[in-house]
């Protein structure tokens, strides 16, 4: 059952779940989205009134979502666009020729092919391939402090996320959105390290941020930089 609440100017949503339960709990997903868990006694008034007294938690926590979100400017693929990698802003320089590649020369991204129209996947397969090795390499090196957690994850994923630049399975998979290659490195550390540490605390509690800042003691800059950078 959905239902809204109005917390000054914001009306927010939320989904409610009605069970046999003696406490009523909220949360909010990484896509945003506000749940209610409530005992199936409890009636609409008694749960606005507690979601008002949540109201600057809920907004909260949905802005800090909001960061893992990507947001990029749409493209066209043609000769003369910029676009990044590693933080960096590269001229896009479409050109014919007998054979596909991808280059990066001269400060140009340089995308060749015998059909200029396939210039975009051509370039999305190109950025997956260093997301692939530039990921495993950063992310290889923070597993190893986080060892020192007694966590390991169960395995790194590339894959394409619409509302997310990284998750964590609750069997300890990490998955990374190889858009993220565009970020600079500082961000995709932050993004790593954010997820391993859902390996030890799988909410955002004092003890989440605490862990996040000791391996990552710079994490609000690098958060903040990713919602600049890839807005």
């Known amino acids: 059952m959905r239902d809204t609440f109005q917390f000054g100017s914001r009306e927010i949503e939320y989904e409610i779940n009605f069970s046999d339960r003696k406490t009523l709990g909220i949360t909010v997903t990484p896509d945003s989205e506000v749940l209610v868990k409530a005992p199936i006694s409890v009636n609409r008034e008694k749960i606005q009134e507690v979601l008002k007294k949540r109201a600057a938690w809920i907004l909260k926590q949905q802005s800090f979502f909001l960061s893992f979100q990507p947001r990029l400017t749409e493209r066209r693929y043609i000769s003369g666009e910029t676009h990044l990698y590693l933080g960096r802003q590269y001229r896009l320089m479409v050109v014919k020729t007998n054979q596909d590649s991808v280059k990066l020369l001269h400060g140009e991204l340089r995308v060749e092919s015998t059909d200029p129209g396939k210039a975009k996947s051509l370039l999305k397969e190109w950025y997956l391939k260093q997301a692939r090795k530039k990921f495993q390499v950063l992310a290889s090196e923070l597993i190893q402090k986080f060892k020192h957690e007694g966590v390991v994850p169960e395995s790194l994923v590339i894959r394409d996320m619409a509302l997310r630049w990284g998750s964590c399975t609750p069997k300890g998979k990490i998955i990374l959105n190889p858009e993220l ?50 807005a």
């Not at 605490?210 to 958060?223: A, V």
């Open 181 to 230: 290659i565009k970020a600079p490195k500082g961000c995709i550390e932050y993004v790593i390290v954010h997820e391993l540490c859902h390996l030890v605390h799988r909410d955002h509690s004092s003890a989440f941020f605490r862990l996040q800042s000791r391996y990552l003691p710079d994490w609000e800059k690098w958060k903040e930089k990713l919602e600049r950078m890839m």
